[in-house]
């Protein structure tokens, strides 16, 4: 559960973001807290991927604030600490010259000084993300050669190969079937509580992994913050503490 | 058979070549893979611009290529990030109206002559001492460049919003890349010509991508692929008096063919 004075890591206050007139985002307010695990759902088009485009400086908001660990984004520095695993992941270029490690590696790339080569240091955090997503077998198969789910956990593992303090995944589980999609659930709830790797995850289909999620954002054009979907929780009080309108909402687990 | 190395220009054409081909291939590579092959013709016609001020003005045309290829570039880059406009119609434009100004400065300069036509087709006779150090130090910058910021043009070709959100300054080095291409695209035409430039940047690393190996591997068949085709093509268009361009852009041909027939799944 979040805590009240803690620097949030993210911090949004009354975004809003139009596009040609057209509202897609209204008076957005919300925190995520270190160790959290937050699912975002929301209905196709209700602007679920702009909100983190938004959150990750790639798209500018219209109006509100955006607070990376307390700085603006444009003064955040520190993009290792946070692991984006964008919607189109296991959808890779079939044609992309890389392996497996090729790939993972990249998580090294913005940690790496200026004309500094591998060191043994991003060699074991390259080795232990292979290791994590259990895909060290695979190392030196090319990625266009693998499974949906295989993929997927490539690019997760490219995403903690930085060591992030917070995980972002934007629909992972596009392409992948329903084996793997169970697995990964698991190892998501098992990052978050043995690993203490925040994580936000976008999802329509939030059946599967309610019962490890702390909160749940529900988000078209506006946000409903439900802080404990498993039980039957007052939103109101959370309504206070977050200054935002909140709904309650049940245990989306029979929903599906 | 060693003959050919008997002639000053020859060794001139092959040091400037090989240095050619290995920019050419590794720079190819980023460029293909981030789906910009279209923009080594459009430099490879900016270049034009320069080479024809230089030649009706009477400054070095090489200088005045590298110059225009890097300010077209810059435009490229800038038109493409600041504008919603499709990449390739940008190229496209910048390709005919780059040209049309060339055609009009040599018009007006009446250097219609030889010397043009040996930049738009390449003239392995004309690479000068001077044109051998000129590609020397650029070219030795470029190679600097690429392979300091390699893994980060890497991952940028990659997925380029995934690197933004992982730190890299995605935009500094995406200029820094167009800039490095418009130098050796510049540098290469004296010997293969503007007209065909492309071709030695585009099919090395595109033939390579036929053999689905990693990164480094696809850099390196890339590299081999160019320098083999230099050198056979200087080579025969030494012994069968062909024109040297055309020549090594036939040879690095029959290889991507070859490619594509090997690794047909």
């Known amino acids: 559960m979040p805590i009240k004075f803690k620097v949030p890591i993210f911090d949004v206050k009354n975004l809003d973001f139009r596009v040609r007139g057209l509202n897609i985002l209204t008076s957005i307010s919300l925190e995520i807290f270190n160790g959290e695990y937050v699912a975002i759902i929301g209905p196709n088009g209700g602007g679920k991927t702009t909100l983190i485009r938004l959150l990750l400086g790639l798209q500018t908001p219209t109006k509100g604030s955006i607070k990376l660990y307390g700085k603006k984004i444009k003064n955040f520095k520190e993009w290792y600490k946070i692991g984006y695993v964008p919607q189109r992941a296991s959808l890779v270029d079939e044609n992309f010259p890389a392996t497996v490690e090729d790939i993972v590696k990249m998580g090294r790339v913005s940690k790496r000084t200026f004309l500094r080569a591998m060191s043994k240091e991003d060699k074991n955090a390259v080795q232990d993300a292979m290791v994590k997503m259990d895909i060290l077998n695979l190392k030196n198969k090319m990625v266009g050669t693998l499974s949906g789910g295989q993929r997927q956990r490539v690019m997760i593992a490219r995403a903690l190969a930085s060591n992030p303090e917070i995980l972002i995944l934007d629909e992972p589980n596009t392409g992948v079937d329903m084996v793997s999609q169970k697995n990964f659930y698991a190892l998501l709830a098992k990052l978050n509580k043995e690993e203490k790797i925040t994580i936000v995850f976008i999802t329509h289909d939030i059946g599967v992994i309610a019962d490890d999620i702390g909160r749940l954002f529900t988000i078209n054009q506006k946000a409903t913050i439900c802080n404990n979907p498993k039980e039957t929780l007052s939103c109101e009080d959370m309504s206070e503490l977050y200054g935002i309108e909140a709904h309650l909402i049940h245990n989306h687990k029979h929903e599906h | ?265």
């Not at chain 2, 040209?99 to 250097?111: E, K, M, N, T």
């Not at chain 2, 219609?112 to 650029?138: K, Q, W």
């Open chain 2, 1 to 265: 058979m060693f003959e050919i190395f008997e002639y000053d220009f020859m060794q001139r054409a092959f040091i400037a070549g090989i240095l050619i081909a290995t920019l050419a291939s590794i720079s190819g590579t980023f460029i293909v893979l981030k789906r910009y092959s279209l923009m080594s013709e459009t430099l490879a016609h900016s270049a034009l611009v320069g080479v024809a001020v230089g030649l009706v003005a009477g400054f070095n045309p090489l200088w005045m290529a590298v110059i225009v290829a890097i300010i077209a570039a810059w435009i490229i880059e800038y038109l493409r990030t600041e504008f919603s406009l499709y990449s390739d119609a940008i190229l496209s434009i910048l390709l005919s109206g780059s040209l049309a100004i060339a055609i009009i400065i040599v018009s007006l300069g009446g250097a219609f002559n030889n010397s043009l036509f040996s930049y738009l087709f390449g003239s392995i006779l004309s690479v000068s001492s001077e044109d051998v150090v000129t590609i020397m130090i650029f070219g030795s910058i470029s190679l600097m460049l690429l392979v300091t910021f390699s893994k980060e043009l890497y991952f940028i070709a990659y997925d380029e919003e995934v690197a933004k959100t992982s730190g890299i300054r995605v935009k500094l080095l995406n200029f820094l890349l167009v800039t490095v291409v418009a130098i050796i695209i510049a540098l290469s035409i004296r010997v293969v010509g503007s007209l065909l430039i492309g071709a030695l940047m585009v099919i090395p690393t595109v033939s390579a991508l036929q053999y689905r190996v990693g990164f480094l591997n696809t850099i390196l068949i890339s590299l081999f692929i160019a320098l083999f085709s230099v050198v056979a093509g200087m080579t025969l268009s030494f012994y069968f008096s062909l024109p040297s361009g055309a020549t090594i852009v036939l040879c690095v041909i029959i290889i991507f063919i070859t490619s594509l027939i090997i690794n047909k799944k």
